[in-house]
């Protein structure tokens, strides 16, 4: 089946670190994006892509980076990475021609110690 | 941007009996308001959706029902079942469907 599919699933990092996760689909989808979700927060907005050279800032993409580096992938980067960047972070995709569903990957537990 | 306040934040609900989560919005011009389930330990799962032109869709056990003149539009799950345990996040569409605002999640607890 197509699919969603984040690397690494688990992280374990420390103040400082240059962090990067990435996100793979096999749904053949130009839209993707990249969320944060914190307890009691809901899912926030850091970056979405519509096409390889189309980036564009969420609600909260500061100290967060991206690249596409082809349709089918989308990596965030965390340059110095900081406790409180301490979350789970959801990719998803999305086609324009089709509906405006939006499809998640399996997230990635990313702890800042 | 478009703001999304998601109520009550916490659900209890005695299995079969019905559970009712309702989601406002800010933006008149979205058109899109899908419903997600997230499970513990997993994705946020899409478990129905409606769009403007339409006022009430039903899957099953589940209903959405949309009211754009007060911009709310609430989820109704019935004879509630213990796998219907979760958080359900809510969301509306803004920029011209480009994106998606989500609520802060409700979590539902079926107590069999």
């Known amino acids: 089946d197509a699919d969603v599919t984040q690397t690494p699933r688990n992280r374990i990092t420390k103040t400082g670190k240059r962090i990067m996760l990435e996100c793979s689909q096999t749904?053949?989808?130009?839209?993707m994006y990249w969320y944060r979700q914190d307890p009691g927060l809901g899912l926030r907005l850091i970056y979405y892509?519509?096409?390889?050279?189309?980036?564009n800032k969420g609600e909260i993409s500061d100290g967060y980076s991206v690249s596409r580096q082809a349709q089918a992938k989308f990596s965030l980067s965390l340059e110095s990475a900081i406790p409180n960047q301490t979350a789970l972070y959801f990719c998803?995709?999305?086609?324009?021609?089709?509906?405006?569903?939006?499809?998640f990957g399996p997230g990635t537990r990313l702890t800042v110690l | 941007g478009e703001n999304v306040e998601q109520h009550p934040s916490t659900l209890s609900v005695q299995e079969g009996d019905s559970a009712v989560i309702k989601c406002t919005y800010s933006d008149s011009a979205s058109n899109y308001f899908p419903w997600y389930k997230q499970e513990l330990g997993k994705r946020p799962q899409l478990i129905i959706d409606i769009r403007s032109n339409v006022g009430e869709k039903k899957d099953q056990r589940i209903a959405v029902t949309l009211n754009k003149t007060a911009k709310h539009f609430s989820l109704h799950i019935t004879e509630t079942q213990p796998e219907d345990s979760a958080v359900y996040f809510c969301a509306a569409s803004f920029y011209g469907n480009n994106r998606l605002a989500f609520g802060k999640g409700n979590q539902v607890v079926v107590i069999p």
């Open positions: 749904k053949g989808h130009d839209r």
């Open positions: 998803a995709t999305s086609d324009r021609f089709s509906t405006d569903t939006q499809y």
């Open positions: 892509s519509f096409d390889v050279k189309d980036i």
